[in-house]
Structures are given as structure tokens and as C-alpha cells.
T-cell receptor
Framework: KQEVTQIPAALSVPEGENLVLNCSFT??????LQWFRQDPGKGLTSLLL?????REQTSGRLNASLDKSSGRSTLYIAASQPGDSATYLC???????????????FGKGTTLSVSS | DTEVTQTPKHLVMGMTNKKSLKCEQH?????MYWYKQKAKKPPELMFV???????INESVPSRFSPECPNSSLLNLHLHALQPEDSALYLC??????????????FGPGTRLTVL
């Protein structure tokens, strides 16, 4: 059964710092990996999707990497801002054990707080 | 437009009530999903519809009944819920059908409280 782990569970940084969020998964036979942002009580906003054949994706100040063989992904946030404060969720899509290859399996998230 | 809308935003219901949650997308996506998220927990998949047909039911109790009337609309009918069913219910959609994975777009969710 696929398990997704995110470290750290919480992170507090001053504005302007670069930071890295970590995600690991137990079954490397994934279709893709997606990073989401969730503000308190709100829905999920997709940040980046990395297909299993890709190594990284970039969007603005965000860069996500994927090492499928080792079961790891990182989300790099450059020059953090108070508006980046949220919970960041990593999710992997499908595995050989998933009949439809569609279901997202989420980690518990990293709650980021950026102070001004 | 990458918007998934959900109504209502908040819902309070008693254990004997019948209510429905609604989800809508107009992006032409072929797959739609219901997730349940308890406080401080990650979302958990409940149902997947692909081309308006139920393709995944993650052993969800029968008091939750999904329905996909057309390609743009997904409902979740609720009946005889328990207080432990209180959670944020999230709807999502993706362009490709089940088995062809791509980005899932989430709605803002319905915050459900069962008294």
C-alpha cells in the first residue's frame, strides 16, 4: 500500500529565506506527483505536477524535483513571502496496485509560516 | 478557466436529514472525484467518476451516495449521517479519464457539520 510522508510537519521562517519541503513515498511505481497548497479551511490549489518521466518542474519561485527510484520529491520555495504561509501537500497518483491509476494519495502536509 | 465550484460552502444537518452536495466544472474534464478531509488530516478519496460512470468507490458507507447526472455535474447525496462524518468535502476534476493521470483541480469544498 502506498504511503506518503512529508517532513517537516511544520516550518517557520523569516521572510526572504529559501526553503525546501520534503516528500517521500514507499511505492516508486507512480504515474505522477503533484504539489498542492491549502489555506486554512479552503480547498486545494495545484502548484506543480511532475510526470513520472520528468525530473523537475518550475513555476515562478517554486521548483519541484522528483527522484522516482528513491521515492523522493522536494519543493523548493525561493525568497519566501508571508503570502506563502499555508499547508503544502504532496500527492502521488496511482501505482501498480491501483486499478485505475487515478487516485491521489496524500501526505499529511507541511504547514509553513513565513514571518515579515 | 480552471474553476471547480461547490455548493453549499457550509452545511449543518441532523442525523435524520437528507441533503446533497453539488460540484460543477465547465472545463470539459472527463473525470470527477469526491474527497473527504478531516481536520488536520490529508484528503482521502471517496469516489471517482470517469465518463460519467462510477469507476472507484473506496469502500464508502452507503449513507453517501454519489451521482453524476452529466459530464459537468457531480452530486453527493447524504442520508442518515453520523457526527463523525463532519468534515470538509472536496470535489476535483481532471481532463483525462481514469487511468490516464493528469492534474487534478479542486473546488473550495463544502464544510459539513453533522449534529
Amino acid at each position: 500500500k502506498q504511503e506518503v510522508t512529508q517532513i517537516p510537519a511544520a516550518l517557520s521562517v523569516p521572510e526572504g529565506e529559501n526553503l525546501v519541503l520534503n516528500c517521500s513515498f514507499t511505492d516508486s511505481a507512480i504515474y505522477n506527483l503533484q504539489w498542492f497548497r491549502q489555506d486554512p479551511g479552503k480547498g486545494l490549489t495545484s502548484l506543480l505536477l511532475i510526470q513520472s518521466s520528468q525530473r523537475e518542474q518550475t513555476s515562478g519561485r517554486l521548483n519541484a524535483s522528483l527522484d522516482k527510484s528513491s521515492g523522493r520529491s522536494t519543493l523548493y520555495i525561493a525568497a519566501s513571502q508571508p503570502g506563502d504561509s499555508a499547508t503544502y501537500l504532496c500527492a502521488v497518483s496511482g501505482s501498480q496496485s491501483n486499478q485505475a491509476g487515478t487516485a491521489l494519495i496524500f501526505g499529511k502536509g507541511t504547514t509553513l509560516s513565513v514571518s515579515s | 478557466d480552471t474553476e471547480v465550484t461547490q455548493t453549499p460552502k457550509h452545511l449543518v444537518m441532523g442525523m435524520t436529514n437528507k441533503k446533497s452536495l453539488k460540484c460543477e466544472q465547465h472545463m470539459g474534464h472527463r473525470a470527477m472525484y469526491w474527497y473527504k478531509q478531516k481536520a488536520k488530516k490529508p484528503p482521502e478519496l471517496m469516489f471517482v467518476y470517469s465518463y460519467e460512470k462510477l469507476s472507484i468507490n473506496e469502500s464508502v458507507p452507503s449513507r453517501f451516495s454519489p451521482e453524476c447526472p452529466n459530464s459537468s455535474l457531480l452530486n453527493l447525496h447524504l442520508h442518515a449521517l453520523q457526527p463523525e462524518d463532519s468534515a470538509l468535502y472536496l470535489c476535483a476534476s481532471s481532463q483525462k479519464a481514469a487511468g490516464q493521470t493528469d492534474t487534478q483541480y479542486f473546488g473550495p469544498g463544502t464544510r459539513l457539520t453533522v449534529l
